[in-house]
C-alpha cells in the first residue's frame, strides 16, 4: 500500500515544506471550514504549527515511488529519464491527470518527440527539481 504524505509550497514566504523538519500536518478535504476557518496546518522547522489557505499554498501529493536515487517523486517533481536520455528535452513534469486519476509525466517541450513513460518505472528517473524553485531555463 502506497503512502499517503504531502509537501506543500508557501506562495508567501516561497518555500518548501516538506520532511523530515516540515511536513503537512493536516488538509481540510471536505470542503467544509477548516480548523479556525484554515484549510491547511503545517509543522515547521521549528516545531510551530501554522495555519493556511489553500490560496496561500499549493498542496502536492507523493506519488509512492522514489527516484533511482531513492528520493521521494512528488507532484510538480521535474525529472530526467536516465534511460532514454539525449538531450534537456527528455525531462518531465510530474503531475495529477484529474480525468485518469493517476500521475502523469508531462513532457517539458511539447515540440520534441517524446515516448511514454510508466508512473512505475520511474525508478531510473532522476529529481533535478521542482516547478517551484527551479528556474525552467535551468530544466
Known amino acids: 500500500m502506497r503512502e499517503i504524505k504531502f509537501r506543500a509550497w508557501d506562495k508567501r514566504e516561497k518555500k518548501m515544506h516538506q520532511g523530515p523538519d ?11 471550514p477548516g480548523l479556525f476557518g484554515d484549510d491547511v496546518s503545517i509543522i515547521d522547522e521549528h516545531g510551530d504549527e501554522c495555519f493556511y489557505s489553500f490560496d ?4 502536492m ?7 533511482k536515487n531513492g ?8 525529472i530526467d529519464d536516465l534511460e532514454h536520455i539525449d538531450t534537456q528535452d527528455d525531462r518531465g513534469i510530474i503531475r495529477w491527470d484529474k480525468t485518469r486519476a493517476r500521475f502523469i509525466v ?7 518527440s517524446w515516448h ?3 508512473m512505475d518505472e520511474l525508478n531510473h528517473s532522476r529529481i533535478v527539481g521542482n516547478i517551484h524553485e527551479t528556474p525552467m531555463e535551468d530544466t
Do not use: C, F, H, R
Not at 516540515?22 to 467544509?32: D, I, Q, R
Not at 501529493?61 to 527516484?67: E, N, S
Not at 508531462?106 to 520534441?112: H, K, Q, R, V
Open 56 to 59: 496561500e499554498v499549493e498542496v
Open 22 to 32: 516540515s511536513w503537512v500536518a493536516y488538509l481540510n478535504v471536505t470542503g467544509e
Open 71 to 78: 528520493k521521494e517523486i512528488y507532484e510538480g517533481d521535474i
Open 106 to 112: 508531462d513532457p517539458l517541450n511539447l515540440e520534441e
Open 61 to 67: 501529493q507523493y506519488t509512492g515511488l522514489k527516484d
Open 116 to 118: 511514454d513513460w510508466e
